[in-house]
């Protein structure tokens, strides 16, 4: 019985780590101003990954012939709705590996949905109004954030462990759009600084 | 309805057939139909309240660039109708639309009529490759300035000098289709159409010179001419047809435009255009309005400065001719050139643009002589701000030209005109 008892403690101790503490995350771009939309996974060395829970209700609305919002992460497993909420339809697809999948014309107030079940970046489009882009973030990792307008990402309780982190933007000048930086045990905040692209202008041929 | 009038709805007629044609011949899924619901529909339009200075407007007969009238140096103040325009979108199957926008135009002379009336096929694309086609009445893409359905103007009451043009002379009867691609992070658009009932384009440029307003040529519709010089004006008559195939059969002589567009990995986009309608000068129809064979090149640069900014540059140059060719030349040859640089800033719920216009016209015929040439410039600052389906605009526009004479009239040569306008735009 005792042994068993300590069996469970050690893998209790292993699982979950003594002092898991906040994390913070500032992107900057190369003039030092905040970057919105960057997506930030933090994964820990000899910790075992934890999966995010496919929880919530997850959405990305068409308003004003734009994705709302522009960048959205979500747990592999979940179901994403596509609500729009224009006055006109709108044909939302995607070629990324990470998901294909094509939603023909469905009008104001209608919506479908998709899950997506692979992680990856899905970049999403409308075939009718080509100006029309986002992204959807499948990520496998409970540490996984998006930094808001002030270009922070917060974690709210991460491993006492060294860890690697990756960033990814749509427009960070680098393969697959994201770098990765290694940060030590106990850190508690981290700056990145992205070398971004301009965002491309749109084709226009919205008829 | 006069014969031109007539010829143009046999065209049209003969178009819409085809477009009937092609829709008849594309399967359409029930769930994709979508005639007459309310999201096919919308509205928009505008009210105006304007205090203009200088000569007699065009609209009124005379050699004014602007669509209202000043009173010489005393400014002349006139609340107006702008424009109301129905615009109808009915969807026949996920990749086939159609787009038609009939518009009642006010001011100085009300009339209503068909904007545009043109069929889209759009199909799917690959994750490198689009092809899209449409046909019908419509605006060749030149503007870098009108957007949307109603080809209303995005930063100012007023567009530029080429835009004013392509809105009042460049809208055929055209059949296109555009490829794309990307090329790394290149991005490639090339266009090519054929079009009719464009053979007139350049009669409004030649003997009023360029002008600066938004009154569009609804289909089938007249636009007034001012004077004409004394050797021509019983050639030709007081007023031209924009959409009109002049000469034996429809389609006898189909024009041709062409448009390229590349993209470079910065946010910079380069437009080049090709136009030729292929009109024959010395064709003639029964209300003695003459073909006039026009050609164009533009070119066309966006720029997305960052933080709100943009700049766009459009520049144009063309020749136009028209008439007999006798041993001193042909009655018309005007070679007409037009550029304007755009600057803009768009903050939340409104923005502020800037413009400055530049523009002339080099007759060489040898009954439009270099007396009617002009050269002429114009300044425009105008703001908006949104509040929800309104939005509020206020434009000051400056335009100065000159000509050596002005047929028929005690003009002086030198002309300029000062507007200060306001304007609520409404969009359900």
Redesign the interface.
């Known amino acids: 019985m005792l042994r068993l008892i300590i069996v469970i403690l050690l893998v209790a101790v292993h699982a979950v780590p003594a002092a898991a503490a906040p994390l913070s995350v500032r992107v900057v771009d190369a003039h030092g101003r905040p970057v919105g939309d960057a997506v930030v996974t933090l994964r820990p060395v000899g910790v075992a990954m934890r999966g995010p829970a496919p929880s919530g209700n997850y959405s990305v609305s068409q308003k004003d012939l734009q994705f709302h919002p522009f960048v959205l992460v979500v747990p592999v497993g979940a179901n994403v709705s596509f609500p729009n909420r224009d ?3 709108h ?1 939302v ?1 995607s ?1 990324s590996p990470a998901k294909r999948f ?1 939603l ?2 469905f ?2 107030d209608q919506s479908r949905s998709v899950r997506f079940d692979k992680p990856g970046v899905v970049a999403l ?1 409308c ?2 109004h ?1 100006a029309m882009t986002a992204f959807i973030v499948v990520t496998d990792s409970a540490w996984t954030a998006r930094t808001d307008g002030q270009g922070v990402a917060q974690f709210a309780n991460v491993p006492n462990a060294s860890a690697q982190l990756i960033v990814w933007h749509p427009y960070l000048r680098a393969p697959a759009n994201s770098l990765g930086k290694r940060i030590a045990a106990g850190q508690r905040s981290e700056s990145i600084v992205l070398n971004l ?5 749109a ?3 919205d ?1 | 309805m006069n014969s031109s009038g007539k010829r143009s709805s046999a065209a049209a007629g003969r178009c819409f057939a085809a477009l009937s044609a092609l829709l008849a011949a594309t399967p359409c899924a029930a769930s994709d139909l979508d005639f007459l619901s309310a999201d096919t529909l919308s509205l928009t339009g505008n009210v105006r309240l304007s205090a203009t200075s200088g000569e007699e407007s065009w609209v009124d007969g005379g050699f004014g660039k602007l669509d209202t009238s000043g009173h010489g140096d005393r400014v002349r103040v006139i609340p107006e109708l702008g424009q109301v325009n129905l615009v109808w979108q009915p969807r026949f199957s996920w990749s086939l639309s159609a787009t038609v926008v009939g518009s009642l135009q006010g001011g100085e002379r009300t009339e209503a009529g068909l904007e545009q009336a043109f069929v889209s096929f759009k199909p799917m694309r690959s994750e490198r490759h689009r092809i899209s086609a449409r046909a019908g009445l419509m605006w060749p893409a030149v503007s870098l300035e009108h957007e949307g359905a109603d080809w209303h103007v995005r930063d100012t009451i007023t567009p530029s000098a080429i835009n004013s043009w392509i809105g009042e002379e460049v809208r055929p009867l055209a059949a296109e289709i555009t490829a794309s691609t990307s090329a790394g992070e290149h991005r490639l658009s090339a266009t090519a159409a054929i079009f009719v009932a464009n053979d007139t384009a350049g009669a409004l440029l030649t003997f009023r010179g360029w002008g600066l307003h938004d009154r569009t040529t609804l289909a089938f519709r007249r636009q007034p001419l001012p004077h004409l010089p004394e050797e021509i004006e019983y050639l030709q008559p007081r007023f031209t047809h924009p959409l009109l195939d002049v000469g034996p059969g429809f389609a006898h002589r189909p024009g041709y435009y062409a448009k390229l567009i590349w993209q470079p990995p910065v946010p910079v986009r380069i437009e080049l255009f090709r136009y030729d309608n292929r009109a024959d000068p010395e064709a003639v129809n029964n209300d003695l309005e003459w073909g006039w064979h026009t050609q164009f090149n533009h070119l066309g640069i966006a720029a997305d400065l960052g933080g709100g900014n943009q700049l766009k540059l459009q520049a144009l140059t063309g020749r136009t001719r028209m008439g007999i060719t006798e041993d001193n030349g042909i009655w018309v040859d005007n070679r007409f050139h037009a550029a304007f640089a755009l600057a803009s800033h768009s903050f939340t719920n409104g923005g502020v643009a800037a413009r400055v216009d530049a523009f002339d016209t080099r007759q060489h015929g040898s009954l439009v002589t270099a007396e009617a040439s002009e050269t002429g410039w114009a300044a425009t600052v105008a703001g908006h701000r949104d509040f929800g389906p309104v939005t509020a605009f206020l434009e000051l526009l400056h335009v100065s030209s000159k000509r050596a004479k002005h047929p028929d009239t005690d003009l002086a040569p030198r002309q300029r005109q000062t507007r200060l306008q306001g304007e609520l735009r409404f969009h359900w």
């Open positions: 006055a006109t339809k044909h697809y070629f094509e023909k014309l009008a104001r489009g075939n009718i080509d692209r301009p965002p491309p202008m084709m226009n041929n008829y």
